[in-house]
């Protein structure tokens, strides 16, 4: 496996230099060209031919240097291939090539690059330029037949090159675009939730200065360290998008339910009660499927914290066959008219969003007895196996 590993980095490595100095590329393909055309010429001759000549060599180097600017201009390379090509035929009695290895290329590459009119002209111009060539040359129904088809396979590998490339561009478009959603989501709901938890902070202290000093100064702490933990996680999500370059920071690893403790402590320094609950035992989970976990109850808390006017809130974490149920319930308001509460924003599509990533499912309603809201989330667990895949 590390093996086949390293011939695909190796792979990716010379396709991006490739890409970065198509010019080399292009001068490397001409000189492979030129080696296949060099064979007839240092191979014996049969007896009474007549020997190889320097003209004729330097005529079929003629025909290959043009490959040089086959991507700048293939439909010009092409006519100055099939120019050298009927000198070499008309004016030297040189050996001639197994396969017409330039007119291959430059077929492959004006269906590959070029538009639809000058491909068409293109196919219109070789059905009459093979015929011809053959006729000048061997006059072989056999070579004819031959050679119409390898020219026609160099023009569908070419459209079928351009097909593929076009389905990668469009497959990194979406995956790019899902990416900024995911990205979108985070920043959501690491600035709502701490915003959030700062308003109501920031209301309560003036009412604590004048009747509970020491729980204002708590409140104020509460304010600093919840908007230090915004910055902390919004630099990670920065540092993201910055991928890739010299000023990107280290990466940090995404909060997990280990951090889910800390968010509720800090939930209840605003002056909510929460209740925590693990049971069936703490179990590692994959990385992605705990970061998920920790911001569906971020974004449960902070709509209780938003909308519900709430009491109490409380959260449970249960593992059960393979699946992580996770429940935030709280006794407050209950559900918007007709909707849901938060159906306006972002919050519970963002829920939703994170479950449905993982195969899971989230259900919001009612709490137990009709009162309150309920987030219900159930997030399946692969096992160490199927996660490392």
């Given at each position: ?202 209301e309560a202290g003036p009412v604590a200065v004048r009747v509970a000093p020491e729980r204002a100064e708590a409140a104020f702490e509460a304010i600093s360290e919840t908007g230090r933990e915004a910055m902390t996680q919004l630099r990670q999500m920065l540092g993201l998008l910055r991928e890739g370059s010299e000023a990107a920071p280290p990466r940090e690893p995404q909060p997990d339910v280990s951090g889910i403790p800390a968010l ?126």
């Amino acid at each position: 496996m590390g093996g086949r590993g390293d011939v695909r980095a190796r792979w990716e490595r010379t396709r991006t230099w490739g890409g970065a100095n198509p010019w080399a590329v292009d001068a490397g393909i001409a000189l492979l060209v030129q080696a296949a055309m060099t064979m007839p010429f240092v191979v014996p001759r049969p007896p009474g031919l007549e020997p190889a000549t320097w003209t004729a060599y330097g005529l079929t180097t003629l025909t290959v240097v043009p490959l040089v600017w086959r991507r700048r201009a293939p439909v010009a390379v092409l006519l100055a291939i099939l120019a050298a090509s009927t000198l070499y035929i008309l004016a030297v009695e040189g050996p001639g090539q197994p396969l017409p290895y330039t007119g291959l290329v430059i077929v492959y590459t004006v269906a590959l690059r070029s538009p639809a009119r000058k491909r068409l002209a293109t196919a219109g111009l070789m059905l009459v330029a093979v015929p011809v060539s053959v006729w000048l040359n061997t006059r072989s129904a056999r070579e004819l037949t031959f050679s119409l088809f390898v020219f026609g396979a160099a023009y569908v590998f070419g459209r079928l090159q351009d097909a593929r490339q076009r389905a990668h561009l469009v497959e990194a478009e979406r995956a790019a675009a899902r990416e900024r959603a995911r990205i979108a989501r985070e920043m959501h709901d690491i600035l709502s939730h701490a915003v959030s938890l700062m308003v109501v902070q920031a209301e309560a202290g003036p009412v604590a200065v004048r009747v509970a000093p020491e729980r204002a100064e708590a409140a104020f702490e509460a304010i600093s360290e919840t908007g230090r933990e915004a910055m902390t996680q919004l630099r990670q999500m920065l540092g993201l998008l910055r991928e890739g370059s010299e000023a990107a920071p280290p990466r940090e690893p995404q909060p997990d339910v280990s951090g889910i403790p800390a968010l509720v402590e800090r939930v209840r320094s605003g002056g909510l009660p929460v209740v925590y609950t693990t049971r069936g035992g703490v179990r590692a989970l994959p990385a992605a499927t705990g970061a998920s976990a920790y911001r569906i109850v971020q974004e449960a808390l902070t709509n209780v914290v938003r909308h519900a006017d709430a009491r109490r809130a409380e959260v449970l974490l249960a593992h059960a066959d393979g699946v992580l149920h996770v429940t935030v319930t709280d006794d407050g308001r209950g559900p918007a008219p007709a909707a849901g509460r938060g159906s306006g924003g972002h919050g519970l599509t963002g829920i939703r969003e994170r479950a449905a990533a993982h195969g899971g499912t989230a259900t919001t309603g009612p709490g137990p007895d009709g009162r309150g809201f309920e987030v219900r989330v159930l997030l399946p667990v692969p096992s160490t196996a199927e996660a490392g895949r």
